[in-house]
């Protein structure tokens, strides 16, 4: 069984449209995040979720829109897609907000054409 | 915010040799991990050190604190170790994993 799992692993869209990503993890950990590798390789948090609740939410467009429905999952709604956006989303998840180990997903690679 | 610099940015080696990655912070940390991004992008841990010395294998990692930096040693190289090296860090007045760019290490045959 994967820890940190993510769906699409890939996704290709025009611009404007709406997508989602779905995370789920069986690990048990209270705390979730979004983060979003570039074209640079540069790893930066978009948000985290701690047992539903938002606890981190980073400088990100609000057309970005994540939602818990429990803590074993988080997903990452967003509209509008610009060009911008193409990247590789990577959901994790940890026990502890900030001295727990984290863990990734396979990371859901995003194209806006 | 925390700043972490990881060097070298890129080493390319020959199988069989060894390396030291370094990675310094600019503040106490109470997290500290070393991940791998292999080339199809899966990001692995490798180890979970905000102080003191761990061994994986032909891994090895060394935090120490006080100086504000880690040490990832890799010895005898294997193709399959290619990839870029992560250090990310939470600082102690921090709430989240702040990540260095990495080093991008080619193992050559």
């Known amino acids: 069984d994967t820890a940190v799992s993510q769906t699409p692993k890939y996704l290709v869209t025009q611009m404007g449209n709406d997508k989602s990503i779905k995370c789920e993890q069986n690990?048990?950990?209270?705390?979730m995040y979004w983060y979003k590798q570039d074209s640079k390789k540069f790893l930066k948090i978009m948000f985290s979720?701690?047992?539903?609740?938002?606890?981190i939410n980073e400088t990100v467009p609000n057309r970005f829109s994540p939602k818990s429905p429990d803590k074993a999952h988080l997903n990452l709604h967003i509209n509008s897609l610009e060009l911008g956006d193409s990247a590789v989303y990577f959901c994790?998840?940890?026990?502890?907000?900030?001295?727990?180990?984290?863990?990734f997903g396979e990371g859901s690679r995003l194209t806006v054409l | 915010g925390i700043q972490v610099e990881q060097s070298p940015p890129d080493l390319i080696l020959q199988e069989g040799a060894n390396s030291t990655l370094r990675c310094n912070f600019s503040d106490s940390v109470n997290n500290l991990q070393w991940f791998h991004q292999n080339p199809w992008g899966q990001l692995i841990n490798l180890f979970y050190i905000p102080s003191g010395t761990k061994q994986n294998g032909r891994l090895s990692a060394t935090t120490v604190a006080t100086e504000r930096y880690s040490l990832l040693y890799i010895s005898s190289s294997q193709t399959t170790d290619s990839g870029v090296y992560f250090c990310a860090v939470v600082g102690t007045s921090g709430s989240r994993l702040t990540f260095g760019e990495g080093t991008q290490l080619t193992v050559n045959p």
């Open positions: 994790a998840s940890s026990q502890y907000s900030r001295t727990g180990e984290l863990f």
């Open positions: 979720y701690n047992n539903k609740e938002l606890i």
């Open positions: 690990l048990g950990h209270d705390t």
